[in-house]
C-alpha cells in the first residue's frame, strides 16, 4: 500500500466459476447481512460493490494492509459459510486468495467504477445495471435505497441447539446496513447531486450496453433465466484477463510504484535471510505495512514477554 487508504480494486472469484451466488431473496439478504457486518468490525471504506453468481468486486480503501486482508477474511470466510449453506456446497468455495489492485489516480478510480458498474451489462446477463436481481449498490448510490441485510450468529444458535432450546426463525439473527462511503471528487456535492452523478453514470453503461447489443445482434440472459440457473453449475468458458500491476493513466505512476514495490520485497527478503541466520537484527528490518513471517512473530512474542 503506498499510502493510508489508497484505493483498491478488490475481486475474488467462486471456485472453478461455479453459479455459487447466484441470487436469491434470500441470499441477497445474506451477503449484505455479512457485508455490513463486517464493515461494523473493520475501519473500511467502501465506496462500492457489486455480487455476480460467480464472482464479486469492491472498491474500498483502508488505513493498512493487514486491515484489508482481516476484512477480506472475515467476509469472504462468512460469505462461503452462509451461500454454501443455502447451496448444500460442501465444497471449496473461492477459487484462490482475492486480488486487491491499487488505484492510483481519479481519471482510474472513475474509470473502475464505470467497469463495476457495468457488470450484469458487460456479460450480456442483463440491459441495466438496475436490473441485475444480485446484490448491487447502484439503488443506494443513484436513489438513495438503504441497503439492509441480515447476520446469523451462528455460534450463539449452536449453543442454544447444544442445550436443547426450540429455535425460533430469526432468533439469533441481526440486521445490518451497508453504509457507503462518497467518492472524494463527489464529497463536496449535496447528496442530490450525489446521486445525480451516478445516475449519469448508469445511463452511460445504459447507452454503451444497448449499442453493443444492437451491433452484435444479441439479446440479454433476463432475469427469468438468470434466477433459474442451477448454483452447482459452472459456465462453458470463464473470461479472464491479466491482472494489471496497479491502475493508473500515467505511465510514470505506474513505473514508481513498481520501483517502490521491488525496493519493498528486497528489504523483506534481506530481513527475512537475517531471519533464518538467527540474527535479532531481523526484527527491526521488516519493512513497514508487511506480513511477518511466523518466526519473527514467534521471536518478537518472545521478545516482548522477556521484556
Known sequence: MPEPHTFFEVTCRTFQSRLLLRP????NELILGVVGRALSKYPIKLYCFVVLSNHQHLIL???DAK???DFMCYLNGNLAKEAGRLHHWKEKFWSRRYSAIAILDDESLINRVHYLLSHGCKEGLVARPGDWPGVHCIGALAYGHKLIGRWFARTLEYEARSHGQTIKKNQFSFTYEVALTPLPCFASLSRKEQQARWRQLI??????TRERLERDGRQVMGR???LSQDPHARPER???SPRPFCHAVEQTTIKVFK?????FVAAYRQAQALLTKGDPRSLSMFPDDCYLPPLALRLSQATFSSG
Not at 436469491?24 to 441470499?27: A, G, N, T
Not at 520501483?259 to 525496493?263: D, K, Q, S, V
Open 259 to 263: 520501483e517502490a514495490y521491488e525496493i
Open 224 to 226: 427469468e433465466k438468470i
Open 61 to 63: 480503501s483502508a488505513p
Open 203 to 208: 445511463s452511460d453503461v445504459e447507452i454503451e
Open 238 to 240: 470463464s473470461k479472464r
Open 67 to 69: 486491515t484489508i486482508a
Open 24 to 27: 436469491s431473496v434470500e441470499l
